[in-house]
């Protein structure tokens, strides 16, 4: 277990002294949700309306632009061979990257969501709400994302690739996100998505370990 | 003593069986899809309230059929190449791919050409719809992840860990469409709501496009098959080359 902490630890450090990449998924998740009144008028009401929504997917695609984050230069450098030999299950690795993934990005994109929630003209009422289910939502963006970076890890054309593989596993994650958030406002209040929203992340929490780490054996014999 | 799945595993013995199978399952595909037709276009009654746009049924509701079992076929030689390494489960999964997309993307082209007189519109995000639609880009991320990989025995070996994770996660994604579940009908109990004289054509065509299927599985995986001889041989006739070289040169 000590190992574990170490490997997260040194993941955290990477990401933050690497610095440029929690930016950079902030950025984007900044950018596009400021596109969409752009995109869709300057209309106030429709805004709010469906403001949950294009923070929930701006938020997505935010994250998958850092998913390729998770193996790709450890694989690069060699260092995921030496992992691989070491003397944790190479599960556990996934488990350590994939959770310091969230920290890194899913943490800090789930606390700008309020922010940007702001310029959607979202209530208020619905910012503690927003931020507790992308909190809840996240881990299961970033532990499926893992499949799919680690299934592509070695793949020409990586980054298209693991959208298409990934994107239709996020889908769950999404409605029962976005329903979490609309049902707080109404009679039967959030408990219900919430709670399945949360059985989500743990479940990608045990399956995405073991099917990245399938995945990064087949590729580094 | 060697099981069934085992004596068929073997690809000298299954190109064998199914230069045997094949034309038999083409011809038996053919004449009972001719029969189904024959049956769906003109013998079976138009119905009382969506009249003759009903016979689009015959079509749509066997391929949706395929687009189902034939992931579950992938998701099982997935399995059986992951832990029981047979070669010819990747030559299935791969050859059956490309099929069960295309059998899929009808199943939504049909039934968006059926929902237009029905519905009144070609495409609404509903239920059904939106879980087959992402059945189609599950197939799509599967096609794709392989054509992707230039090492082909890793190829398969990925493909079939993403076969897998999406046959788990296939439930949870339909139940959770399910959640906003409008427009198209819930499953049909077939022995009791559907009245025999459409029952009986739908039946002919669903078992005439699963044996259509299979037809065209068993070819595909026998192009496969002599496709990967055929490498095989081009590297070892290299090989051979580069000796005679070596030794001419030495």
């Not at chain 1, 969501?113 to 209530?123: K, S, T």
């Not at chain 1, 910012?127 to 793949?155: C, D, E, H, R």
């Not at chain 1, 980054?159 to 039967?188: D, M, Q, R, W």
Request: hydrophobic fraction near 55%.
């Amino acid at each position: 277990m000590r190992s574990f902490w170490a490997l997260v630890r040194r993941d955290l450090q990477l990401a933050v002294r690497e610095g440029g990449a929690i930016g950079t998924a902030l950025g984007f998740f900044l950018i596009v949700v400021s596109l969409m009144p752009l995109g869709l008028g300057p209309d106030l009401n429709l805004l709010s309306r469906i403001a949950p929504g294009v923070l929930w997917i701006a938020l997505l695609l935010a994250a998958l632009l850092s998913l390729n984050r998770i193996f790709e230069s450890d694989y690069e450098d060699g260092t995921l061979d030496v992992l691989a030999t070491g003397r944790i299950p190479l599960e556990l690795v996934a488990a350590a990257k994939s959770l310091a993934h969230w920290i890194t990005t899913g943490i800090p994109l789930a606390l700008l969501a309020p922010v940007l929630g702001i310029l959607l003209n979202l209530e208020f009422r619905s910012y503690p709400i927003l931020v507790a289910t992308t909190l809840a939502g996240t881990p299961a963006v970033s532990f499926l994302g893992a499949i799919g970076a680690a299934l592509t890890v070695k793949a020409r054309r990586g980054g298209l690739l693991l959208a298409l593989v990934v994107l239709p596993l996020y889908v769950p994650t999404l409605i029962f996100g976005i329903s979490a958030v609309s049902a707080a406002s109404g009679p039967s209040g959030m408990g219900a998505s919430f709670l399945i929203l949360a059985a989500i992340s743990l479940a990608a929490a045990v399956l995405g370990p073991l099917a990245a780490a399938a995945a990064l054996r087949i590729q580094l014999q | 003593m060697q099981t069934l799945t085992q004596q068929l595993a073997n690809p000298t013995r299954f190109m064998e069986l199914s230069s045997r199978v094949l034309p038999w399952a083409s011809v038996i595909a053919a004449a009972l899809i001719a029969y189904g037709l024959y049956l769906a276009l003109l013998e079976s009654p138009a119905d009382y309230q969506q009249g003759e746009t009903v016979r689009i049924m015959y079509i749509h509701v066997p391929c949706a059929w395929l687009s189902m079992m034939i992931y579950g076929l992938i998701a099982l030689s997935s399995f059986g190449l992951l832990v029981f390494r047979h070669p010819l489960a990747d030559v299935s999964a791969k050859a059956a791919a490309p099929i069960g997309a295309a059998f899929t993307f009808l199943a939504l082209l049909t039934g968006s050409l059926w929902g237009k007189p029905m519905w009144g519109t070609y495409w609404v995000w509903d239920a059904r719809l939106t879980s087959v639609l992402i059945l189609f880009f599950l197939y799509l991320g599967l096609i794709a992840l392989r054509a992707a990989l230039d090492d082909e025995s890793a190829a398969a070996k990925l493909t079939a860990i993403l076969a897998l994770v999406g046959v788990t996660i296939l439930p949870i994604i339909k139940f959770s469409v399910n959640w906003w579940n409008t427009l198209h009908q819930p499953s049909t109990d077939f022995t009791s709501t559907v009245d025999p004289s459409m029952r009986w054509p739908l039946l002919v065509m669903a078992i005439g496009f699963t044996i259509l299927f299979f037809a065209m599985h068993l070819k595909a995986m026998r192009n496969e098959v002599i496709r990967r001889r055929v490498k095989a041989m081009r590297t070892q006739a290299v090989a051979g080359r580069d000796r005679l070289a070596a030794q001419a040169a030495g």
